[in-house]
């Protein structure tokens, strides 16, 4: 079946611009997470989705991000007011079981690569 | 304190040989341990997961946890350049709350 798929793959804005970023998840998963990755750094965690459970947002960096999850499936990470040091690779991940990181692995997407000017 | 350490690297290793690759964790509760690979421009997929202390072999990788020192490793036997790429370290904790290392490059010299 399909993996995680997350578009754009490549976006590029300029600062102060907002940008929406999409992420469909693995049918049948209940868990999806959000990391940024910036070049030569790992993953830093920004948010999680549990089936209908209250996100984890405890790693968002600032008010200007927001993420959403409709019907339990595809996910929308906004980011308004873009800034320069916003500009990172965005990695969607999926997984099956409940908790976060579930009881198996994460599948990521492509990523999409923000460039803020 | 990060909640989880990788060195770095970058690590080389000559075709042929073991690379080991090293993870520290801060919480003592920690459940899962996982291994993922990223290649350059590339996102990270798992290799390896263990939960218990001991080995866990799967082909060439081999996984090892010990809870008592907070330390897993990953171990690639008979390394081909294919493995070049950069591996992180993930540990899902106590308050089931994931974690990932910053990685370590690896390069594997023909």
């Known amino acids: 079946g399909a993996g995680v798929s997350q578009s754009p793959s490549n976006k590029v804005t300029e600062k102060g611009k907002d940008v929406e970023l999409r992420c469909d998840p693995i049918s049948g998963h209940t868990a999806l997470y959000w990391y940024r990755q910036s070049l030569g750094q790992g993953l830093e965690f920004l948010i999680y989705f549990q089936g209908n459970s209250a996100p984890d947002k405890s790693g968002l960096p600032s008010d200007r991000f927001s993420a959403e999850r409709t019907g339990g499936s595809v996910s929308t990470l906004t980011i308004q007011r873009t800034q320069q040091e916003d500009s990172a690779v965005y990695l969607c991940?999926?997984?099956?079981?409940?908790?976060?990181?579930?009881?198996?692995?994460?599948?990521f997407g492509p990523g999409t690569r923000l460039t803020v000017l | 304190q990060k909640e989880v350490e990788q060195n770095s690297g970058p690590l080389s290793v000559p075709e042929g040989a073991i690379a080991s690759l090293n993870c520290t964790y801060s919480d003592r509760g920690s459940q899962s341990f996982f291994w993922y690979r990223q290649y350059s421009g590339k996102s990270p997929e798992l290799i390896m997961f263990i939960y218990s202390n001991g080995d866990k072999e799967d082909g060439r990788f081999t996984a090892q946890l010990n809870k008592a020192s907070q330390y897993v490793s990953l171990l690639i036997r008979d390394s081909q350049p294919s493995d070049s790429a950069t591996y992180l370290c993930a540990v899902k904790t106590s308050g089931n709350q994931f974690y990932f290392g910053t990685g370590t490059s690896l390069t594997v010299i023909p």
């Open positions: 991940a999926s997984s099956q079981g409940s908790g976060r990181g579930g009881v198996g692995e994460q599948f």
